[in-house]
């Protein structure tokens, strides 16, 4: 049975950073990609970024270029996105995915506020 868990999220003031975890369990990790959405409220689920299964290639949206890393760490079965120098419009619940099998984790809620 699949278990995708995601931690890491909060509260945090703008211009500030945030890891967010994606621990991975029950199915095979490190030879599929792995990304992260977010969803924030009243609008569409979103892809923020995308990771390849050697993690030697990632894309991410436009929206978040620069700013925000993912990375991954296929010994503890686990996917990150590093938020840096994060905005109001930030705010959302964060989900980590694996494509193949349609995998989806519960969320976690991110809130950038003063």
């Known amino acids: 049975q699949a278990h995708i868990v995601e931690s890491g999220g909060g509260l945090v003031q703008p211009g500030g950073s945030l890891r967010l975890s994606c621990a991975v369990s029950g199915i095979y990790f490190s030879g599929f990609n792995m990304e992260w959405y977010r969803q924030a409220p009243g609008k569409e689920r979103e892809l923020v970024a995308t990771?390849?299964?050697?993690?030697?290639?990632?894309n991410y949206a436009d929206s978040v270029k620069g700013r925000f890393t993912i990375y991954r760490d296929n010994t503890k079965n686990t996917v990150y996105l590093e938020m840096n120098s994060v905005k109001p419009e930030d705010t959302a619940v964060y989900y980590c995915?694996?494509?193949?099998?349609?995998?989806w984790g519960q969320g976690t809620q991110v809130t950038v506020s003063p």
């Open positions: 995915y694996r494509p193949t099998g349609a995998y």
């Open positions: 990771i390849t299964p050697g993690g030697d290639t990632t």
